[in-house]
C-alpha cells in the first residue's frame, strides 16, 4: 500500500526543538522531492520546507518563516525524511503533513501535531 | 516571491458552476495545482499542471490558466464537493513554494 505515515509531534515548550519524521512505504521514494507541509489549527495550508531527489542534487528549501530554525534531510535506505525543529515559537503550533509525488501522483500523510506552548 | 491570492469564499447552489481563481505573478511561468480538502482530512489533488484530472476525480472539476490567474472550475457542483480549495504553485527563481490562503467552497 502507498502510504506517507508522519510521527513526533509533541507538546513543547518555546524555544525547544523537536523531530519529526515522515516513514514513506509502497512506492520509490528516492525518486520523489519530500514537502512538509502545515496548518494551523482554523487556518489554511503552509508549505514549510522541501528536499528533492538526489537526481535533482538532494537540495533543500525553507519558508522564510522557519529558515534558520528547521532542517530537512532524508535517508533514502530508510525511506524516511526527517524534519528537525529548533527554537520552537508558538506560532509553530500546526498540524505537520508530509507529502510526495510528482504530477498526478500525490501522498499525504494523515499528519502529526505538533504544540508549542509553555 | 511566490504569493497566491484566493477568495475567501465562493457559494454555490447544487448544480451550478463554481470557480475559484488563483492569481499570483509567478503564474505564467509555473504550473498550478489545486487541492480539495474536508474537514478533519489530509488534503486531495483535483487538479495538477494547470489542466489535468487525477483519475478518481469526476469529470466535473477542471483547470484552467491564463497569465497570472488560475481558475479551478465546478461545472454542476453537488453537496459533497464542500470543501477548503487550495492553489499551490512553486517559483524557482526564489527557490520557493506557497499555497494560496484558501477558498472555502458552500454548496446549498
Known amino acids: 500500500e502507498v502510504q506517507l505515515v508522519e510521527s513526533g509531534g509533541d507538546l513543547v515548550q518555546p524555544g525547544r526543538s523537536l523531530r519529526l519524521s515522515c516513514l514513506a512505504s509502497g512506492f520509490t521514494f528516492d525518486d520523489y522531492t519530500v514537502n512538509w507541509v502545515r496548518q494551523a489549527p482554523g487556518k489554511g495550508l503552509e508549505w514549510v520546507s522541501l528536499?528533492?531527489?538526489?537526481?535533482?542534487?538532494?537540495?533543500?528549501e525553507y519558508a522564510a518563516s522557519v529558515k534558520g530554525r528547521f532542517t530537512i534531510s532524508r535517508d533514502d535506505s530508510k525511506t524516511i525524511a526527517y524534519l528537525e525543529m529548533n527554537s520552537l515559537k508558538s506560532e509553530d503550533t500546526a498540524l505537520y503533513y508530509c507529502?510526495?509525488?510528482?504530477?498526478?501522483?500525490?501522498?499525504w500523510g494523515r499528519g502529526t501535531k505538533v504544540i508549542v506552548s509553555s | 516571491s511566490c504569493e497566491l491570492t484566493q477568495p475567501p469564499s465562493v457559494s454555490v447552489s447544487p448544480g451550478q458552476t463554481a470557480r475559484i481563481t488563483c492569481s499570483g505573478d509567478?503564474?505564467?511561468?509555473?504550473?498550478v495545482y489545486w487541492y480539495q480538502q474536508k474537514s478533519g482530512q489530509a488534503p486531495v489533488l483535483v487538479i495538477y499542471e494547470d489542466t489535468k484530472r487525477p483519475s478518481g476525480i469526476p469529470d466535473r472539476f477542471s483547470g484552467s490558466s491564463s497569465g497570472t490567474t488560475a481558475t479551478l472550475t465546478l461545472s454542476g457542483a453537488q453537496v459533497e464537493d464542500e470543501a477548503d480549495y487550495y492553489c499551490?504553485?512553486?517559483?524557482?527563481?526564489?527557490?520557493?513554494?506557497?499555497f494560496g490562503g484558501g477558498t472555502k467552497l458552500t454548496v446549498l
Open positions: 509567478a503564474l505564467p511561468r509555473k504550473y
Open positions: 499551490y504553485s512553486t517559483d524557482s527563481s526564489v527557490n520557493h513554494s506557497a
Open positions: 528536499i528533492r531527489s538526489k537526481a535533482y542534487g538532494g537540495t533543500t
Open positions: 507529502n510526495m509525488g510528482s504530477g498526478a501522483f500525490d501522498i
